[in-house]
């Protein structure tokens, strides 16, 4: 890590003594932009444990006042805060990731003879090929909220999101009730999780799968990669109020002038901030633990030096990169910055996180700013930190990010807010850059940017391909922007095209050719229907855009308008395969819809696998639904894959069905 004299998560100083004094206190300012971030490791625990406190203080701060200032136009307190018979399929699609190489979890995962299901509390191990002979090998209970797994050779990583008591910080949590099984519900994971559970099972028997190690870690969970055996995990954890901290004055009597508010509420922040300086570094840092199948568990301590600060002002909590060796069913090291992560990168070489400025409340002249964090990853055994960087703007996900001969390029939404006439004094412009970052000495520094493009619309889809970039904006109408990044000093627009609706994913088929997946209204007035769009972009500067693919007759929906892992691509035969809803005339529709996309012909329907009889005769809950989530290609064949269950069909004879697994409910609350 690099250094830096007196290390603190922010630059607080200044802000920590703004608020003393009565009437005459001077208004408190927030943190502005660091143009020159940087983590600086901890030195020592004290340090470390200043580095929190200070943070969590921050935070608390912005709360009180932003109470402080609503107080002028109410009086009244707010609310407290394995292979088949066969050899397998020649050709078959697996997650749908970034890059080539650099695998990403999910809930689904497939290595053409076996899927992998996470749902409703269990992992379901199938046997998948032949497609006719689709049948459930074994289900296996996984503690809490299964989020994402990977499944690679006889290995399987599950992450799942649990609650784990804190003492001294039990109003920071929601009450977390548990089943008579000690397994956590769905409010102990999914909306009350603070820790991450994962189970690393043994697969290589996928009728009898084997707990082989379950590894507890503080944070949420946020993103995982495997490059070969190594998996990183991404967790972020809130660094939350521990209990005492209040949020509004008591005993002021009525009438009260301004003098006497301002003093309590300088009181009560002195008197919060001594209840978080109270805390111990054992209370801010949870403890992780491993448990073995003998029933053995073993504390994994942490060394202060592990942590490193950010000098950016971002929302308090710990990210943390975790190291997994799958071969040896063990975690290996951990990373951890003081600062709450958003978007997670990933090459071969290097992981980034992306972490949004954090500004305490809008205000005018405001404009967002998002701070870069790399780590190496070419130490199978460590993530070091390589160096920090910051752009201007809001990174949405992870396409917006992407890397070429070692340097970043990053396009982001640039929002400024403009003092205007209305109530709550200001308005939000947009507008979209791409800029060119290269580490540099410890820092990752802009060599380039482009000029920005897109006045008041937003990023949707965005992608780069080698020395080319290509984004789409959207408001009313949607133009896709290409680039020549060949350049980094001098990347610039070289091309655009106008479409009507917007597309959310664009997904390369070839070196000249995009497929995207978007929304457009039918006739311009009519329902909003679902569409798949193919763009040839082998002219830079003359992009064109082919017939829209449009389906639906409703309220059209996919779940890869959202979510790039639900684009199901099969290159070898030329398929698309995307979940599908619709709602028209009283009558819902959930399948999986297939394309045949030839850049020479166009987007022809396939046809549409459909478990409408399975959704049917099933009972909903608001955290589940049976409807189609997933699509797997194999040879000529398809799956759809649901909460419910796994459905195989031959492409040729849709919407006709080969076999069906439906998944048993568990009974545990």
Same mark, same amino acid.
């Given at each position: ?74 009086? *009244? ?8 018979? #066969? ?51 074994? %289900? ?17 990583? *599950? ?44 697969? #290589? ?27 990183? *995990? ?25 003098? %006497? ?8 922040? %002195? ?24 029933? #053995? ?57 992306? *972490? ?106 965005? !992608? ?164 189609? !989530? ?31 697994? !439906? ?7």
């Amino acid at each position: 890590m690099a250094s830096r004299t007196a290390p603190v998560a922010f630059a607080l100083l200044s802000l920590l003594a703004a608020c003393k004094g009565g009437s005459s206190r001077p208004a408190l300012q927030q943190p502005g932009i660091e143009r020159d971030p940087i983590l600086t490791q901890a030195a020592s625990c004290d340090e470390l444990e200043t580095a929190i406190e200070d943070a969590v203080v921050a935070a608390m701060r912005a709360d009180v006042e932003a109470n402080r200032r609503g107080r002028a136009t109410s009086a *009244v307190p707010p609310p407290a805060a394995a292979p088949g018979a #066969s050899a397998g399929p020649t050709a078959y699609t697996t997650t749908n990731s970034q890059v080539a190489g650099v695998d990403e979890a999910d809930f689904v995962q497939n290595d053409g003879t076996r899927i992998a299901v996470l749902a409703d509390g269990e992992l379901h191990l199938l046997r998948s090929w032949p497609a006719d002979a689709l049948s459930e090998a074994a %289900a296996l209970e996984i503690e809490g909220w299964p989020r994402q797994m990977f499944l690679a050779a006889d290995q399987a990583a *599950v992450f799942s999101s649990i609650w784990q008591p804190r003492n001294g910080f039990d109003g920071a949590y929601p009450p977390c009730p548990m089943s008579p099984l000690g397994v956590a519900t769905i409010w102990c994971g999914y909306y009350g999780n603070n820790a991450t559970k994962i189970t690393l099972v043994d697969v #290589s028997a996928l009728d009898a799968p084997r707990i082989a190690a379950e590894i507890f870690l503080p944070g949420s969970y946020l993103s995982a990669r495997r490059i070969g055996n190594r998996v990183r *995990v991404v967790l972020t954890d809130a660094l939350p109020f521990p209990d005492g901290v209040r949020y509004w004055p008591e005993g002021l009597a009525p009438g009260a002038g301004q003098a %006497a508010w301002d003093l309590a509420f300088d009181r009560l922040e %002195a008197a919060n901030e001594a209840v978080i300086r109270s805390r111990t570094l054992d209370d801010w840092l949870r403890r992780a633990e491993v448990a073995r199948p003998d029933g #053995s568990t073993a504390e994994l301590p942490y060394a202060c030096e592990d942590f490193a600060v950010s000098s950016a002002p971002s929302r308090p909590g710990i990210l943390t990169v975790a190291t997994l060796d799958l071969a040896n069913q063990a975690l290996v090291s951990r990373t951890s910055v003081i600062a709450q992560a958003d978007v997670v990168y990933a090459s071969h070489d290097t992981l980034y996180t992306a *972490v949004h400025h954090w500004w305490w409340w809008p205000e005018p002249g405001q404009a967002d700013a998002t701070y870069l964090h790399a780590f190496d990853l070419r130490d199978p055994d460590r993530a070091p930190y390589l160096g920090s960087g910051v752009v201007d703007g809001w990174v949405d996900d992870q396409y917006q990010m992407d890397e070429l001969d070692g340097r970043l390029r990053v396009a982001s939404t640039l929002r400024t807010r403009t003092a205007d006439g209305t109530p709550w004094g200001w308005s939000l412009h947009t507008s979209n850059q791409i800029a060119v970052l290269a580490p540099d000495g410890g820092r990752l520094q802009t060599v380039g940017k482009t000029a920005p493009f897109g006045d008041g619309e937003m990023l949707f889809g965005t !992608r780069f391909l080698g020395a080319r970039g290509f984004a789409i904006t959207a408001r009313f109408v949607d133009p896709l922007f290409t680039f020549d990044l060949s350049d980094p000093a001098s990347p610039a627009k070289v091309g655009e095209v106008e479409m009507p609706g917007f597309i959310a994913y664009l997904h390369p088929i070839d070196d000249t050719h995009l497929l995207g997946i978007g929304r457009e209204r039918a006739g311009g007035t009519g329902p909003m229907q679902v569409k798949v769009q193919l763009l040839d972009v082998a002219d830079l500067a003359n992009p064109v855009a082919g017939a829209p693919a449009l389906v639906g007759e409703g309220f059209s929906w996919s779940e890869a308008l959202w979510d790039p892992k639900a684009f199901t691509w099969l290159g070898a035969r030329g398929i698309l395969a995307i979940p599908f809803e619709d709602y028209a005339a009283g009558r819902f529709v959930s399948d999986l819809r297939l394309f045949h996309v030839d850049p020479a012909t166009g987007i022809d329907p396939l046809g549409n696998l459909s478990m409408a009889d399975v959704y049917a005769s099933t009972q909903w809950d608001f955290y589940w639904s049976p409807v189609v !989530r997933r699509g797997i290609l194999a040879d000529e064949f398809a799956y759809a894959v649901s909460d419910a269950g796994v459905r195989s069909a031959k492409v040729a004879e849709l919407p006709a069905w080969l076999a069906t697994v !439906r998944f048993a409910r568990p009974t545990s609350p």
